[in-house]
Protein backbone atom coordinates (compact mmCIF):
# COMPACT_ATOMS: atom_id res chain seq x y z
CA UNK A 1 0.00 0.00 0.00
CA UNK A 2 3.17 2.00 -0.11
CA UNK A 3 4.96 4.16 2.34
CA UNK A 4 8.51 5.35 3.56
CA UNK A 5 9.82 2.95 6.14
CA UNK A 6 13.41 1.80 7.56
CA UNK A 7 14.91 -1.18 8.81
CA UNK A 8 14.64 -1.37 12.93
CA UNK A 9 16.77 -3.39 15.17
CA UNK A 10 14.59 -4.67 17.76
CA UNK A 11 17.08 -6.54 20.24
CA UNK A 12 20.60 -7.76 20.80
CA UNK A 13 19.94 -11.47 18.91
CA UNK A 14 20.15 -8.99 15.92
CA UNK A 15 16.03 -9.21 15.09
CA UNK A 16 15.42 -7.00 12.38
CA UNK A 17 11.77 -5.59 10.99
CA UNK A 18 10.79 -2.90 8.52
CA UNK A 19 8.80 -0.21 10.28
CA UNK A 20 6.89 3.00 8.40
CA UNK A 21 6.45 6.22 10.64
CA UNK A 22 2.83 4.85 11.49
CA UNK A 23 4.55 1.37 12.83
CA UNK A 24 6.48 3.61 15.33
CA UNK A 25 4.01 5.77 16.46
CA UNK A 26 1.64 2.54 16.75
CA UNK A 27 3.65 1.11 18.79
CA UNK A 28 4.27 4.20 21.43
CA UNK A 29 0.24 3.41 21.54
CA UNK A 30 -0.21 0.14 22.32
CA UNK A 31 0.06 -0.38 26.25
CA UNK A 32 2.65 -3.19 27.18
CA UNK A 33 1.33 -6.76 28.16
CA UNK A 34 -2.12 -6.30 26.27
CA UNK A 35 -3.62 -8.94 23.83
CA UNK A 36 -4.03 -7.26 20.09
CA UNK A 37 -5.01 -8.65 16.66
CA UNK A 38 -3.46 -7.07 13.21
CA UNK A 39 -5.58 -7.13 10.08
CA UNK A 40 -4.19 -7.39 7.08
CA UNK A 41 -0.65 -8.11 8.70
CA UNK A 42 1.52 -9.03 5.99
CA UNK A 43 4.80 -10.13 6.52
CA UNK A 44 4.29 -9.74 10.37
CA UNK A 45 7.18 -6.77 11.32
CA UNK A 46 4.56 -4.69 12.99
CA UNK A 47 3.23 -7.72 14.92
CA UNK A 48 6.84 -8.65 15.83
CA UNK A 49 7.66 -5.46 17.25
CA UNK A 50 5.38 -5.50 19.15
CA UNK A 51 5.41 -8.81 21.03
CA UNK A 52 9.67 -7.67 21.66
CA UNK A 53 8.75 -3.79 22.55
CA UNK A 54 5.90 -4.25 24.18
CA UNK A 55 5.26 -7.81 25.44
CA UNK A 56 2.65 -8.65 23.65
CA UNK A 57 0.21 -11.28 22.84
CA UNK A 58 -0.41 -10.77 19.06
CA UNK A 59 -2.69 -12.35 16.89
CA UNK A 60 -2.79 -11.56 12.60
CA UNK A 61 -5.16 -12.35 9.65
CA UNK A 62 -4.16 -12.03 6.53
CA UNK A 63 -5.05 -13.52 2.75
CA UNK A 64 -1.83 -13.54 1.02
CA UNK A 65 -0.08 -17.17 2.07
CA UNK A 66 2.80 -15.77 1.00
CA UNK A 67 2.71 -13.13 4.03
CA UNK A 68 1.86 -16.08 6.05
CA UNK A 69 4.71 -17.83 5.31
CA UNK A 70 7.14 -14.90 6.06
CA UNK A 71 5.41 -14.06 9.35
CA UNK A 72 5.79 -18.15 10.32
CA UNK A 73 9.52 -17.69 9.10
CA UNK A 74 10.01 -14.49 11.95
CA UNK A 75 8.28 -16.93 14.19
CA UNK A 76 4.61 -15.11 15.00
CA UNK A 77 2.87 -18.78 14.45
CA UNK A 78 -0.60 -17.07 15.51
CA UNK A 79 -1.63 -15.90 11.86
CA UNK A 80 -4.79 -16.95 10.12
CA UNK A 81 -5.67 -17.08 6.70
CA UNK A 82 -9.06 -14.80 6.08
CA UNK A 83 -10.36 -12.17 3.78
CA UNK A 84 -11.61 -9.11 5.85
CA UNK A 85 -14.46 -7.99 3.89
CA UNK A 86 -15.63 -11.32 5.51
CA UNK A 87 -15.73 -9.95 8.91
CA UNK A 88 -14.59 -11.22 12.29
CA UNK A 89 -17.49 -13.47 12.84
CA UNK A 90 -15.02 -16.47 14.43
CA UNK A 91 -14.24 -13.21 17.16
CA UNK A 92 -16.37 -13.43 20.68
CA UNK A 93 -16.94 -9.18 21.65
CA UNK A 94 -14.53 -7.86 23.18
CA UNK A 95 -12.07 -10.73 23.12
CA UNK A 96 -9.12 -8.57 22.17
CA UNK A 97 -7.67 -5.08 23.81
CA UNK A 98 -6.36 -3.77 20.43
CA UNK A 99 -7.48 -4.66 16.74
CA UNK A 100 -5.29 -2.55 14.76
CA UNK A 101 -6.06 -1.88 10.59
CA UNK A 102 -2.99 -0.34 9.10
CA UNK A 103 -2.84 1.80 5.64
CA UNK A 104 -5.36 -1.25 4.51
CA UNK A 105 -9.04 0.65 4.70
CA UNK A 106 -8.96 1.62 1.10
CA UNK A 107 -8.75 -1.66 -0.04
CA UNK A 108 -11.37 -2.91 1.92
CA UNK A 109 -14.30 -3.56 -0.57
CA UNK A 110 -16.80 -3.12 2.92
CA UNK A 111 -14.99 -0.69 5.52
CA UNK A 112 -17.79 0.36 7.10
CA UNK A 113 -18.70 -3.58 7.73
CA UNK A 114 -14.83 -4.31 8.82
CA UNK A 115 -14.67 -1.18 11.18
CA UNK A 116 -17.97 -2.07 12.75
CA UNK A 117 -16.43 -5.20 13.12
CA UNK A 118 -13.41 -4.09 14.86
CA UNK A 119 -15.30 -2.56 17.46
CA UNK A 120 -17.70 -4.98 18.15
CA UNK A 121 -14.06 -7.38 18.95
CA UNK A 122 -12.06 -5.10 20.20
CA UNK A 123 -11.67 -2.98 23.13
CA UNK A 124 -10.41 -0.49 21.21
CA UNK A 125 -9.34 0.05 17.58
CA UNK A 126 -6.73 1.86 15.54
CA UNK A 127 -6.47 2.59 12.20
CA UNK A 128 -4.17 4.44 9.86
CA UNK A 129 -4.46 5.82 6.47
CA UNK A 130 -2.72 7.72 3.62
CA UNK A 131 -4.73 11.46 3.63
CA UNK A 132 -5.87 12.22 0.08
CA UNK A 133 -6.38 15.71 0.53
CA UNK A 134 -2.99 16.50 1.55
CA UNK A 135 -1.46 19.60 -0.54
CA UNK A 136 0.57 17.60 -2.63
CA UNK A 137 -2.53 15.69 -4.05
CA UNK A 138 -4.52 18.38 -4.44
CA UNK A 139 -1.45 19.92 -6.21
CA UNK A 140 -1.29 17.19 -8.48
CA UNK A 141 -4.75 17.35 -9.30
CA UNK A 142 -5.12 20.95 -9.85
CA UNK A 143 -1.95 22.19 -11.55
CA UNK A 144 -1.41 18.79 -13.66
CA UNK A 145 -5.17 17.35 -14.08
CA UNK A 146 -3.20 13.46 -13.30
CA UNK A 147 -4.40 11.45 -10.86
CA UNK A 148 -1.81 12.04 -7.74
CA UNK A 149 0.99 9.37 -6.56
CA UNK A 150 3.17 9.90 -3.21
CA UNK A 151 5.11 8.05 -1.19
CA UNK A 152 1.98 6.81 0.59
CA UNK A 153 0.19 5.83 -2.61
CA UNK A 154 2.94 5.03 -4.95
CA UNK A 155 0.56 3.14 -7.79
CA UNK A 156 -0.46 4.27 -11.10
CA UNK A 157 -4.23 4.92 -10.99
CA UNK A 158 -4.32 0.92 -13.15
CA UNK A 159 -2.63 -0.55 -10.87
CA UNK A 160 -3.43 0.35 -7.30
CA UNK A 161 -5.87 -1.84 -5.09
CA UNK A 162 -6.78 1.40 -2.93
CA UNK A 163 -10.52 1.67 -4.00
CA UNK A 164 -12.19 3.60 -1.36
CA UNK A 165 -9.13 6.71 -0.40
CA UNK A 166 -10.53 8.63 1.80
CA UNK A 167 -9.62 12.07 3.89
CA UNK A 168 -9.09 13.11 7.60
CA UNK A 169 -11.99 15.27 7.01
CA UNK A 170 -13.94 12.53 5.24
CA UNK A 171 -12.81 9.63 8.05
CA UNK A 172 -13.97 12.03 11.32
CA UNK A 173 -17.75 12.08 9.05
CA UNK A 174 -17.35 8.26 8.80
CA UNK A 175 -16.90 7.69 12.35
CA UNK A 176 -20.07 9.76 12.99
CA UNK A 177 -21.92 8.29 10.99
CA UNK A 178 -20.97 4.76 12.15
CA UNK A 179 -21.78 5.69 15.90
CA UNK A 180 -17.67 5.78 16.93
CA UNK A 181 -15.90 7.47 19.18
CA UNK A 182 -12.70 8.90 18.08
CA UNK A 183 -10.88 9.02 21.70
CA UNK A 184 -7.47 10.39 19.49
CA UNK A 185 -6.11 11.58 16.39
CA UNK A 186 -2.80 11.45 15.37
CA UNK A 187 -2.19 13.29 12.12
CA UNK A 188 1.70 13.08 10.43
CA UNK A 189 4.14 14.33 8.16
CA UNK A 190 6.40 12.18 7.13
CA UNK A 191 9.85 13.77 5.57
CA UNK A 192 11.38 12.12 2.67
CA UNK A 193 14.02 10.65 5.34
CA UNK A 194 11.23 8.81 6.61
CA UNK A 195 11.38 11.58 10.08
CA UNK A 196 7.67 11.76 10.91
CA UNK A 197 6.33 15.21 13.04
CA UNK A 198 2.63 15.32 14.67
CA UNK A 199 0.36 18.14 12.42
CA UNK A 200 -1.31 20.42 15.17
CA UNK A 201 -2.45 23.00 12.50
CA UNK A 202 -4.37 22.06 9.24
CA UNK A 203 -4.16 18.39 9.61
CA UNK A 204 -6.27 17.83 6.24
CA UNK A 205 -4.22 19.84 4.48
CA UNK A 206 -0.90 19.16 5.48
CA UNK A 207 -0.63 15.71 6.90
CA UNK A 208 0.08 12.76 4.82
CA UNK A 209 -1.55 10.27 6.58
CA UNK A 210 -3.67 10.05 10.03
CA UNK A 211 -4.56 7.12 12.84
CA UNK A 212 -7.53 7.12 14.80
CA UNK A 213 -8.08 5.37 17.78
CA UNK A 214 -11.43 4.08 18.03
CA UNK A 215 -14.17 2.46 20.35
CA UNK A 216 -17.35 1.44 20.22
CA UNK A 217 -20.61 3.94 21.16
CA UNK A 218 -21.70 7.16 20.24
CA UNK A 219 -20.16 10.38 21.73
CA UNK A 220 -19.07 13.64 21.13
CA UNK A 221 -16.12 13.67 18.98
CA UNK A 222 -12.98 14.06 20.70
CA UNK A 223 -10.29 17.28 20.53
CA UNK A 224 -8.06 16.26 18.26
CA UNK A 225 -4.86 15.57 18.93
CA UNK A 226 -1.68 15.15 17.12
CA UNK A 227 0.43 12.46 18.36
CA UNK A 228 0.93 12.26 22.23
CA UNK A 229 -2.63 14.30 21.95
CA UNK A 230 -1.32 17.32 21.61
CA UNK A 231 -4.36 20.00 19.83
CA UNK A 232 -4.17 21.22 16.58
CA UNK A 233 -5.72 24.04 15.07
CA UNK A 234 -8.77 23.62 11.98
CA UNK A 235 -8.69 21.15 9.64
CA UNK A 236 -7.73 22.75 6.41
Known sequence: MGGLGEKIRLDDAGTVVHLTPVHQTIIDLIPEGTRVMDLGCGEGDL???LKVKKKVRAEGIELSEACIQACVAKGLFNVHHGDLDEGLADYPDKSVDFVILTN????????????????RVGKRCI?????????????????RGRMPKTDHLPYEWYETQNIHLTTIDDFREFCRKAGLHVLQEVPLRTSRSGQHTGVRFLPNLLADSAIFVLEEGAAPRANSGAARSAPHGSSG
Not at 104 to 115: A, D, E, G, N, S
Not at 134 to 139: F, K, L
Request: proline share 6%.
Open 127 to 143: VSFPNFAHWSVRWQLFV
Open 104 to 119: TIQVLQRPMFLIREMV
Open 47 to 49: MLA
